[in-house]
């Protein structure tokens, strides 16, 4: 399954560098910023921060990578109370096909603590993804963007983060 996600990402790469590019801005004007922040507080607790940094290749291609973090704490159960923390990081690249329209692609390996074999405890192990899917964008301001993106999740385990279909809100800086 990595080598189809390594083969996905170089096939958009080299789509993405035959187009030609006469004159390329500076590093930093390639740069965009963005991420995604979840909060859910009450009986079930949730706080979800993933920050991103990408480069464009060009201006429709981009690629890049962002750390995430987690934190649960679900007081649902009356004699038990779940609390964890997960951490982990992504690459991802995003298309855009057209303005107001990106195509979307991200792997994910994700640490957390899930039953071991025997459902007595819980351990702590990476849990991977292959997300794939598109999105809606609308500008903010020149060079901010909203996304609302539509995944699925095309390496679902036992333990997956993640139910199909998955929507994805962010803000988009520079892209």
Not at 74 to 87: H, S
Not at 96 to 103: D, E, M, Q, S
Not at 133 to 161: A, D, E, K
Request: with cysteine.
């Amino acid at each position: 399954m990595k080598i189809k996600l390594f083969l996905f990402f170089c096939l958009l790469s080299f789509a993405a560098l035959a187009q030609d590019n006469s004159v390329k801005p500076a590093f930093k004007d390639r740069l965009f910023y963005g991420g995604n922040v979840g909060l859910n507080f009450g009986t079930v607790t949730y706080i979800y921060l993933a920050p991103t940094i990408g480069y464009k290749i060009t201006e429709e291609f981009g690629a890049g990578i962002g750390p995430s973090y987690s934190y649960l704490k679900d007081k649902r159960y009356t004699n038990y109370i779940y609390e964890t923390d997960t951490y982990g990081g992504r690459i991802f690249a995003q298309y855009r096909v057209h303005p107001k329209a990106i195509l979307y692609g991200e792997y994910e390996v994700i640490n957390a603590e899930v039953p071991n074999l025997l459902q007595t405890k819980l351990i702590r192990t990476n849990i991977e993804s292959i997300l794939l899917g598109g999105g809606y964008v609308t500008p903010i301001s020149n060079r901010s963007s909203f996304v609302i993106m539509g995944l699925w999740n095309f390496s679902p385990s036992q333990y997956s983060m993640y139910e199909n279909p998955i929507i994805r809100a962010g803000v988009n800086f520079g892209f």
